[in-house]
T-cell receptor, first 116, second 115 residues
Framework: GAVVSQHPSWVICKSGTSVKIECRSL??????MFWYRQFPKQSLMLMAT?????????EQGVEKDKFLINHASLTLSTLTVTSAHPEDSSFYIC????????????FGPGTRLTVT | AQSVTQPDIHITVSEGASLELRCNYS??????LFWYVQSPGQGLQLLLK??????LVQGIKGFEAEFKRSQSSFNLRKPSVHWSDAAEYFC?????????????FGTGTQLKVEL
């Protein structure tokens, strides 16, 4: 149980284009989803928190107009990197948790984004 | 603000040897504590969690961790390491904010297992 998937697992896009990453909870309802960014050999940096049906809450320093997050259903959240640039290349990981008391976060397998 | 320190960036152990990965946290209230493991190019897998109660927590894959409030520590242990345990290990502390469980991660410990 508690499986989270991400699609695509890797993507290459050209500078200036936009790319969408999907995060799905496969066997539970995710009332809250999180998006992280991880640079090589570094820890995870929380980008934003989204609750189903609400606007995402972004961490300080994260551009909300560049990283668009939508959490339209209890099983799906999307991260759209708009007008991507090479510095946006990174490993993006989502996590999901239910509204069960003390539910931990379950993580997706991550998406490797390369902007050329 | 909460924070997590994992003082060991790299650890190398021989297969079959015991393992202890250190984690110290800073948090103003009773912490929610987690250990996750990440294989190369993969997401994070939850090994174990502590919310309250028994301070010795059992997890998957034979791992356990002990919460010591007096030392602000939550060290991860395994009595006999297998080669497949080689991975990156992250300790995290969680806080309930705005209905979510916001995690702060340590910088990770890279475990290498020598055969």
């Amino acid at each position: 149980g508690a499986v989270v998937s991400q699609h695509p697992s890797w993507v290459i896009c050209k500078s200036g284009t936009s790319v969408k990453i999907e995060c799905r909870s496969l066997d539970f309802q995710a009332t809250t989803m999180f998006w992280y960014r991880q640079f090589p050999k570094q820890s995870l940096m929380l980008m934003a928190t989204s609750n189903e049906g609400s606007k995402a809450t972004y961490e300080q320093g994260v551009e909300k107009d560049k990283f668009l997050i939508n959490h339209a259903s209890l099983t799906l959240s999307t991260l759209t990197v708009t007008s991507a640039h090479p510095e946006d290349s990174s490993f993006y990981i989502c996590s999901a948790m239910s509204n069960v008391w003390r539910s931990p976060q379950y993580f997706g397998p991550g998406t490797r984004l390369t902007v050329t | 603000a909460q924070s997590v320190t994992q003082p060991d960036i790299h650890i190398t152990v021989s297969e079959g040897a015991s393992l202890e990965l250190r984690c110290n946290y800073s948090y103003g209230a009773t912490p929610y504590l987690f250990w996750y493991v990440q294989s190369p190019g993969q997401g994070l897998q939850l090994l174990l969690k502590y919310f309250s109660g028994d301070t010795l927590v059992q997890g998957i894959k034979g791992f356990e961790a002990e919460f010591k409030r007096s030392q602000s520590s939550f060290n991860l242990r395994k009595p006999s390491v297998h080669w497949s345990d080689a991975a990156e290990y992250f300790c995290a502390v969680g806080a309930i904010t705005g209905g979510g469980n916001k995690l702060t991660f340590g910088t990770g410990t890279q475990l290498k297992v020598e055969l």
